[in-house]
């Protein structure tokens, strides 16, 4: 059940990688985008309140309000890293949250890997140094570095929903997190709408991609809470990484990006890695 929950989250989220970046080439803003996903994720999922009710106590609450706020800043540098990069380039330093994921999880979980699970994220560690040497254009360094301050919020934020995780059932922590997320987009996407004709044209023009978009989103964050309640969190963002060499090869097949091959050997690397935590790191 694990590895098919794994399985299921990594092609996912690589599906999700691809359409965030063709929605973001349309001109939809990276703001409105993560503002619209949230309100939709959060309405998607208010039916099922009518047969689940929420049973969180107040310091739950106040720790899911943080994440949500956690994640909604951690989706615009992300977001913005795939509009000024390409795809299979910029996804590939998701391995930056392995990293930040294990560090705070010692610090605040006590959770620590083992020498596997160590070499594990040397050998990720190696394949990004590889990436990141490979030719790319200047102006893709600001994509680089927005993406690596996006990384260390959501791997701070993870921290965070283990911790409610801990005390709380999953399907109840995604609830309240989407819910919570929702009512905070909800004034963001208004004032966008209100105040930008060229975004309410984006909307119009690509309502269903971002309603896919936002079932995606929905469906990825729930995978990961599951796997969060049963395995380390930086062994889950491990073994996420998994998916980097299904988002290269989505990217060179779908968005046509250029040169994505050279993107393969460094992959490989940090594919290997992620396997090695899977079936030895403890």
């Known amino acids: 059940m694990l590895l098919l929950a794994v399985l299921f989250s990594i092609l996912v989220a690589s599906t999700l990688s ?104 040397a050998l990720i560690i190696f394949g990004s140094i590889l990436l990141t040497r490979s030719p790319s254009p200047d102006f893709w360094r600001k994509a680089v570095v927005l993406r690596l301050i996006g990384d ?51 909307i119009k023009k690509n309502f269903f991609e971002l309603f896919l978009i936002s079932l995606l989103a929905v469906s990825c964050f729930l995978l990961q809470l599951y796997l969060f309640a049963r395995i380390q969190v930086g062994y889950v963002f491990a073994l996420l990484q998994m998916g980097l060499l299904v988002n290269v090869f989505f990217a060179g097949a779908f968005l046509r990006e250029k040169k994505f091959s050279r993107r393969i050997l460094p992959t490989f690397f940090i594919v290997c890695g992620a396997i090695v935590i899977y079936y030895f790191g403890k």
């Open 152 to 202: 260390v919020i959501l791997a701070g934020s993870a921290v965070l929903l283990k911790v409610g995780l801990r005390s709380n059932d999953p399907l109840s922590v995604g609830l309240l997190f989407w819910l919570i997320a929702g009512l905070l987009s909800l004034p963001i996407v208004f004032q966008i709408v209100v105040s930008s004709c060229d975004q309410r044209a984006a």
């Open 18 to 121: 691809i359409y965030l970046k063709k929605i973001l080439r349309s001109g939809v803003s990276a703001l409105l985008l993560m503002s619209f996903s949230s309100v939709v994720g959060g309405l998607l999922l208010v039916p099922v309140l009518v047969v689940y009710p929420i049973r969180i106590d107040w310091n739950s609450f106040l720790l899911l309000f943080t994440v949500a706020v956690l994640r909604f800043a951690s989706a615009w540098p992300i977001n913005q890293s795939l509009k000024l990069a390409d795809a299979s380039f910029i996804v590939q330093f998701s391995s930056a949250q392995v990293i930040f994921s294990i560090l705070f999880g010692a610090l605040f979980l006590s959770e620590f890997p083992n020498v596997y699970g160590l070499f594990g994220v």
